[in-house]
Structure formats: structure tokens, C-alpha cells
């Protein structure tokens, strides 16, 4: 048995809240030689959209259709055809490679044939009646060894080449996130970039609104400055206009004041008698 990991997401990244249904593809024997029909076995997603499932490896006569079922849109349910192949760690369900559910055949192995084969049979006639069965499986018969030696061997070549499958999708898996994360790198330093460009205009134009409001404010200052001098001036002349007439006379010296404030001396002396000519 094999541990595989499932994880279901929505476009946003949330969880998808449903169901996996695995249904062999055509009977098979398992290990103990017991027949086991193709009955689907469900098993629901967590929280997450995750699950961990054991699943039987698969070999040449059948393989597992997978199929993600969520519970909100049943018209996105969808199946997929892989092979599992026996390991001891957990296997990602994006790495199992996809077969087609016809032939049994690996829908893409970047090239690679894999070899179909058939049980062991236990005699060079029973192969060869086999063979001519099937005459595109290798069929293998013990040879000097027993039919569970050359069982055993089947299995190691079958396991072989699903290990192989896999590592070869895991390979293109690889190859995909990093150009994934090239592309994320780039698109983050386009970003940066366009961030750097948005502040350098930013405080351009922070520097052009402060000389602007420093202009506006010294313009300010000037005019309350000229307000006040203009006032001054007026305070200024109106005092002068009010300011007494020092040519006026005080009554101080004897004579005549005319009517435009010019005095004409007394020709009399001091005791009102009159001078001397």
C-alpha cells in the first residue's frame, strides 16, 4: 500500500469542501491472491482540501480512477486515471503518473515505452500459449526459479518502471515551478521597480508643493508687512496734518495780529506812551 496525498484548491486559493472516490480500473489480485472487484471506496476532504489516502500499487492489469467531486458544483466532478507505485513514502497525488483508462498505457512518459506484461506462468509452453494470447505482453516462466521468484521479479520490474513515471512527471513538475518561480521573481522585480519609480515621483512632487507653499507663505508675510507700512504712513501724515502752527501768535508780543496770523508791532513804548520817532 501506498500513502497518497491529495490537496484540492478553488482559483483563490481556499479550500474545496467534497469528496474523492477511488474505483480500480478492471479486477485485480492483490498480493494474498484475492480478487478484488472494482467497488469505488470515498473518503471526504478535510478543512483544508486535503486528505491522505492508502491506495494498493497498481501493476499491468488495472489501474485507480480518481475522482474530486465537489460538494458545491457537481458539473466540476473529475476523474482521472493513474498508476500508484508501491513506496515506502508519501506520494503526492500531482506526481502519480495518468494513464489512459482504455489502455492502461501512461497518457505522456516524455518518451519512454513502458513494457506491458503479463503474470508468470510456471512453463515454457504456458508462456508461450500466453504470448500468443497477448502478443504485445512480455510473459515471464521460471527458468530455474520458482513461479513466486519470478512473481517477485514481475513486481520489481513493474514497480521499477512506475518509480520511473513518476520520477520523470516529478522531474517536469520541477522543471514547471521553477520556471513558475523565475516568472514570480521577475514579476516581483518589475514591481519593485515600479515602486521605486512611483516614490521618486512622489517626493518630486512633495519637493514642488513645499517650494510652492513656502513661496506662498513669504508672499503672505509681504503683504501683511506692506498692510503695515502703509498704515504707519497714514498714522503718520494725519498727525501732521493735526500737529499746531508754531507761527501762530501766543499773546506774547504787542501789536496788531492780522487776519492771516502776521503781527504788526505797537509803535508805542512799553507805558503806552508813543515812540519816539
Do not use: C
Not at 41 to 60: Q, Y
Not at 157 to 180: G, W
Amino acid at each position: 500500500m501506498t500513502n497518497v496525498k491529495f490537496s484540492v484548491k478553488k482559483p483563490d486559493g481556499t479550500a474545496v469542501e467534497g469528496k474523492l472516490t477511488f474505483t480500480p480500473v478492471r479486477r485485480y489480485f492483490n498480493t494474498a491472491k484475492d480478487l478484488i472487484l472494482p467497488y469505488p471506496r470515498s473518503v471526504d476532504l478535510d478543512d483544508k482540501g486535503a486528505a491522505t489516502v492508502d491506495l494498493a500499487a497498481t501493476n499491468a492489469l488495472f489501474v485507480w480512477g480518481v475522482t474530486v467531486s465537489p460538494s458545491d458544483d457537481a458539473n466540476l466532478a473529475w476523474t482521472r486515471y493513474v498508476e500508484v507505485p508501491e513506496s515506502t513514502t508519501e506520494v503526492a497525488y500531482a506526481d502519480l503518473v495518468e494513464v489512459d483508462a482504455n489502455t492502461l498505457l501512461p497518457s505522456s512518459m516524455n518518451g519512454v515505452q513502458p513494457v506491458k506484461m503479463r503474470p508468470p506462468v510456471d512453463s515454457l509452453a504456458a508462456a508461450e500459449e500466453e504470448s500468443a494470447r497477448y502478443p504485445d505482453y512480455l510473459v515471464w516462466y521460471p527458468e530455474g526459479a520458482t513461479e513466486s521468484k519470478a512473481r517477485e521479479m514481475v513486481t520489481s520490474i513493474e514497480q521499477l518502471q512506475a518509480q520511473a513515471a513518476t520520477s520523470a512527471a516529478m522531474v517536469t513538475a520541477t522543471k514547471a515551478q521553477v520556471a513558475s518561480d523565475a516568472s514570480i521573481v521577475s514579476d516581483a522585480a518589475v514591481t519593485a521597480g515600479m515602486v521605486s519609480e512611483h516614490v521618486t515621483a512622489t517626493k518630486t512632487e512633495i519637493d514642488v508643493k513645499s517650494t510652492e507653499a513656502t513661496a506662498a507663505i513669504d508672499k503672505a508675510v509681504q503683504s501683511v508687512q506692506d498692510r503695515a507700512q502703509s498704515a504707519q504712513n497714514d498714522i503718520t501724515a494725519v498727525e501732521d496734518e493735526t500737529k499746531p502752527d508754531t507761527d501762530t501768535h501766543d499773546g506774547g508780543a504787542t501789536g496788531t495780529q492780522t487776519g492771516d496770523g502776521e503781527t504788526i508791532p505797537s509803535t508805542s513804548d512799553v507805558d503806552g506812551e508813543p515812540a519816539e520817532e
